[in-house]
C-alpha cells in the first residue's frame, strides 16, 4: 500500500500552525467526543483541485448531512454552497452551546494533507474517506474515492451511508470487516470497476483519533459557522 508522499513541501504558513489556530475549539470538542458515542467516524478529505468530488460536496453537503443519520459523524473538508437556518438549527442540536462558542475561520482543502498522514493514509491516495468505529482505538480503514460523476457519486454515498448504518450495532471489528467487504463488493458490481482500481485498506493512525477527530471537527464547524454569520 506504501505509495509516495507527493503533498507540497510547503502549503501554507496557516497550515502548518493550524493546530496553534484553534487549539482551544478542540479541547472543547473532545470535551464534546467523551459524552459522545457514535457507531461511525466517517472523514472525507481531498485537495483543493479534486473537482469531481468537491463540486459534489459542495452541491450536495445538506443531502448527505441528513443521509448519513444520527449514528454516524460525517465530516467533509469541503464546505457547502450555502447555509440556512435550518442547518444551524440541526447543528446546534447536535452540538449544543459548542456552536456559539466556537472561534471562525475559513478551512483549506491542504489541510488534509496534514490529516491524511497523520491518520496513516498515503497522500497519493486523496481524494479518500476515512473511517472508524471507536475513537479510543487507534484503528479504521480508508477509501480512496472513485472518480465517478455526480449520478454514480450519489448512488456511492447513498450505498455507504445506507450500510453503515446497517452495520451500527455490530461489534466494532465485525463493523469494519464487514464494511470493508461489502464495499469492495459494489464497487466491482456497481460500477464495473477493476480490482486495481478499488484501494480499501485498514489502517492505524498514526497519533491519537480522539485527538485528530476533534481538530477536524473544530475546523468544520468552525466554518460552517462562519458561513452563518
Not at 479534486?50 to 448531512?65: E, P, R, T
Not at 443521509?67 to 447555509?83: N, R, T, V
Request: hydrophobic fraction near 40%.
Amino acid at each position: 500500500m506504501k505509495k509516495k508522499d507527493n503533498a507540497p513541501l510547503d502549503v501554507s504558513e496557516q497550515t502548518r500552525d493550524i493546530s496553534f489556530i484553534f487549539s482551544t475549539n478542540v479541547d472543547k470538542f473532545k470535551e464534546f467526543l467523551k459524552k459522545t458515542k457514535y457507531s461511525f467516524y466517517v472523514i472525507l478529505l481531498g485537495r483543493e483541485d479534486d473537482h469531481f468530488i468537491k463540486n459534489f460536496m459542495i452541491k450536495n453537503w445538506k443531502n448527505l448531512h441528513y443521509m448519513s443519520g444520527e449514528k454516524i459523524l460525517f465530516l467533509s473538508i469541503y464546505k457547502p454552497d450555502k447555509i440556512d437556518n435550518e442547518i444551524k438549527e440541526d447543528l446546534k442540536k447536535k452540538f449544543g452551546d459548542l456552536i456559539d462558542n466556537t472561534a471562525t475561520f475559513d478551512p483549506s482543502p491542504a489541510w488534509s494533507y496534514k490529516y491524511a498522514r497523520l491518520l496513516g493514509i498515503p497522500i497519493s491516495y486523496l481524494p479518500c474517506i476515512f473511517i472508524g468505529t471507536d475513537i479510543n482505538k487507534n484503528k479504521g480503514i480508508f477509501i480512496k474515492v472513485p472518480k465517478l460523476n455526480e449520478k454514480y457519486l450519489r448512488y456511492f454515498f447513498e450505498f455507504l451511508f445506507n450500510n453503515l448504518n446497517e452495520l451500527a450495532d455490530l461489534d466494532e471489528e465485525e463493523k469494519l470487516k464487514k464494511l470493508k467487504e461489502n464495499i469492495y463488493k459494489f464497487l466491482l458490481e456497481k460500477f464495473k470497476l477493476k480490482s486495481k482500481e478499488i484501494f480499501i485498506e485498514y489502517i492505524l493512525p498514526n497519533i491519537d483519533t480522539q485527538k485528530i477527530i476533534a481538530e477536524i471537527i473544530s475546523m468544520v464547524i468552525g466554518g460552517l459557522i462562519r458561513g452563518l454569520k
